[in-house]
């Protein structure tokens, strides 16, 4: 299984700025995943983030909010721009495992609050 | 659309004794993968059991099971000799075997071990 690390753990932010959250993996990956997680909510894919390439937003999400950076097989990052308190939420990364039937492995996720 | 539906917003079980947490869903696809992943206080998601649309056998981890009833579209998860650890949400979640590698998330179930 694939060993997953997000920076920050949490953070509490004032409205307006913004937050870049980091995702690193201890082995290559081709696709790595961002959701997020509402108070007391399930979770909702924000976007798929492929290297080398745009990544691929859900309904509901936009680049100018979300942008996501790829840069390489191991890495990625999601900034929370313009934040809200609707914001306030648990950002989760996740990667699939490779293996047969798309299982994916998250990340200790980041505690968002905004202010 | 794929969509999943957990019905028990929240149980409580005695230690030592079964937990089945209910999950029903909803596709269009001859192929697909149903997963349970177990989320503590702590937030991270720990993936817990597959069961494949095609297996024939009902998937098992240890003391998690998952009873797959294909026919009546639910996957079930059994939790056998609950454990004070057991206390966290539950999500069942699922994807479609395309290239998407997408999980779409039920609303969970929290469960509470009592001593």
């Known amino acids: 299984s694939a060993v997953i690390s997000q920076k920050p753990s949490r953070d509490i932010c004032q409205r307006g700025t913004s937050l870049t959250i980091q995702c690193q993996v201890d082995?290559?990956?081709?696709?790595m995943f961002w959701y997020r997680q509402q108070p007391g909510q399930s979770l909702t894919l924000i976007a798929t983030?492929?290297?080398?390439?745009?990544?691929?937003?859900e309904s509901g999400f936009v680049i100018d909010k979300f942008p996501i950076s790829r840069p390489n097989l191991t890495f990625s990052t999601l900034t929370v721009s313009n934040m809200s308190p609707e914001d306030s939420s648990i950002y989760l990364c996740?990667?699939?495992?490779?293996?047969?039937?798309?299982?994916?492995?998250f990340g200790p996720g980041t505690r968002l609050t905004v202010l | 659309a794929q969509k999943i539906t957990q019905t028990q917003p929240g149980m409580f079980v005695q230690e030592k004794e079964a937990v089945t947490l209910d999950c029903t869903y909803d596709?269009?696809?001859?192929?697909?993968?149903l997963f349970w992943y177990k989320q503590p206080s702590s937030g991270e998601m720990i993936f817990l059991i597959y069961?494949?649309?095609?297996?024939?056998q009902n998937a098992t981890e240890g003391r998690y099971s998952l009873n797959f009833q294909k026919a009546r579209k639910s996957a079930n998860l059994v939790i056998s000799a609950s454990q004070l650890g057991d206390s966290a949400m539950y999500f069942c979640?699922?994807?479609?075997?395309?290239?998407?590698?997408?999980?779409?998330f039920g609303s969970g179930t929290r469960l509470l071990v009592r001593p």
């Open positions: 996740s990667v699939e495992a490779g293996s047969s039937y798309n299982e994916q492995f």
């Open positions: 082995s290559q990956v081709t696709m």
């Open positions: 983030a492929n290297q080398g390439s745009e990544a691929t937003y």
């Open positions: 069961q494949g649309s095609y297996d024939q």
């Open positions: 596709t269009s696809d001859p192929s697909y993968g």
């Open positions: 979640a699922m994807s479609g075997m395309d290239s998407s590698y997408k999980l779409i």
